[in-house]
Nanobody, 124 residues
Framework: QVQVVESGGGLAQPGGSLRLSCTAS????????IGWFRQAPGKEREEVGC????????YRQDSVKGRFTISRDSAKNAVYLQMNNLKPEDTAVYSC?????????????????WGQGTQVTVSS
């Protein structure tokens, strides 16, 4: 069974940190590019960033650059989104997705498998 699952969400105070995990069953994430997405209440989903099969990373939102880091642990078949210095505007449902790892690209144009999402709430 092919499945992607996010975990690690929860409530954090402004300035705090959370680490989200993206794990897979049925296939190895190490052979896929992984994207992180978020959708805030009342807003469209946006891509936070991605990590390629060769572990190159791209961060697409200026608001997260320098605060968020995407990394991979192939031994655990997991990709992580480390979020530091959290702000209330980071509140959203965060999802990960796996897409084809084509040579010469970092973020896939298309994602094949999506997780169900994990809620991140930043509030004092």
């Amino acid at each position: 069974q092919v499945q992607v699952v996010e975990s690690g969400g929860g409530l954090a105070q402004p300035g705090g940190s959370l680490r989200l995990s993206c794990t897979a069953s049925g296939f190895a994430l190490s052979f896929w590019a992984i994207g992180w997405f978020r959708q805030a209440p009342g807003k469209e989903r946006e891509e936070v960033g991605c990590i390629s099969a060769s572990d190159d990373t791209v961060y697409r939102q200026d608001s997260v650059k320098g605060r968020f880091t995407i990394s991979r642990d192939s031994a655990k078949n997991a990709v992580y989104l480390q979020m530091n210095n959290l702000k209330p505007e980071d509140t959203a449902v965060y999802s990960c997705a796996a897409g084809p790892a084509f040579s010469g690209t970092i973020c896939p144009r298309h994602y094949n498998y999506w997780g169900q999402g994990t809620q991140v709430t930043v509030s004092s």
